[in-house]
């Protein structure tokens, strides 16, 4: 089904001239760059700010305040890197005030590693924090943005980096291939490779084999949260506690894990035509009737946080599904959609959107922030210029 989402501007809706000189000369003098291959990415979103970034540059805009908060020249640190054998990644944090920006190379060249900066959004600063090919490590935030580890893909050792301390440990591990990594806000490590293992901070990071074997989906202080045959189970750190929280029905496979979602596709040989989308923090499951070999062959599945919609690219506009069946794609004025949006709440996306007229002659400044509301059918204007 078909449904208009007309575009909706308020008193509130912001445009150049209500942010701070220094960034109102970079903003205009974006409309006399290039957009780039793939325009604006939006990278994170929430209802307090939204985070977009381009081959050259990196914005973070207040949506509680209506103003630009940083601009990260990426060019500076040689992070402008969108596709190509070179590509350059960005981790951010839960809280979406802090990105770690680390390029990867693809190719198989085990000594090559690209400079690692810790950013923090809110003002643009940039800190050097390390050093690794982003293609041969597992990275983790912790819920509270507090620490940030990487895990050398070979299990050589584990690097802990404290946002609040400025402190760095690197942990020696050596005992098999790193398939999963989590960190906790206590400086806590978890680390999946055939087995689980666990590493506490106040323990001096000392590793314990806990007998356990599966795909991490989810830790925290308490216990860790794992996926093992067709049962989600829960590990009590504290009290060795191992219970089952979950049952999925048989050959579904873990497709990736994001901030308390756990996606599970079925396998090459399950006659299922459906996915499962796990809600951590409710132990609850949501089915979707399309796997990622459906139609239009869905470029970017991303889930709401209450994993009750989904929205999907599909061509010049978004189709958006609940766990429910219901589906509707979205059409507006003037379609035109990005690559990439991200969910601010469980019923509004935000995507930045090129609002030049000639696609061939468009301008990085050309741009406006907008709120696809599902409830009131309507999309928002929260910034254009």
Known sequence: ?????????????????????????????????????AGWLVGFANTDKVVFYNHAHMLTYSITHRRFLSAIDLTSIDAGHIQGSIVTNFSFSPSGDYVVINNGLAENQSSWQGKMYLANLRDGSILEIGAANHYQIKDSWSSGSSYYAFAANDGTDVTVYSVLSGSKESIIFGQGKVSGLSV?????????????????????YHWQNLDLKGDILAVSELGIVYYE?????????????????????????????????AVFTPKKDSASSASMVYNVTENRLYSYAYTYDSPPWLLDWSFSPDCKHCVVLDGDSYRVMDNQGKEEKIQTTK?????????????TFIDVLLTGDEVGLMAAGDFAIVVYDLQDKQRKILYEQ
């Not at 078909?2 to 209500?18: F, G, H, I, M, T």
């Not at 206590?186 to 590493?199: A, H, M, P």
């Not at 191992?242 to 990736?256: A, Q």
Request: hydrophobic share 30%.
């Open 335 to 347: 379609n035109r959609v990005n690559y990439r949006c991200a969910w601010a709440n469980n019923t």
């Open 229 to 261: 045959g067709n049962s989600v189970r829960q590990y009590r750190i504290g009290s060795g506690e191992d219970t089952v929280l979950s049952n999925l029905p048989e050959r579904f496979e873990l497709r990736g894990t994001s901030r308390g979602q």
């Open 184 to 204: 906790t806000d206590k400086g806590d490590l978890v680390l999946e490779t055939n087995n689980i293992f666990l590493s506490l901070k106040e323990s001096g």
């Open 1 to 37: 089904m078909e449904v208009l989402y007309p575009d909706c501007r308020d008193a509130l809706s912001a445009n150049l001239q209500d942010n701070s000189p220094q960034l109102v000369k970079l903003l205009k003098g974006l409309k006399t760059e290039s957009t780039g291959v």
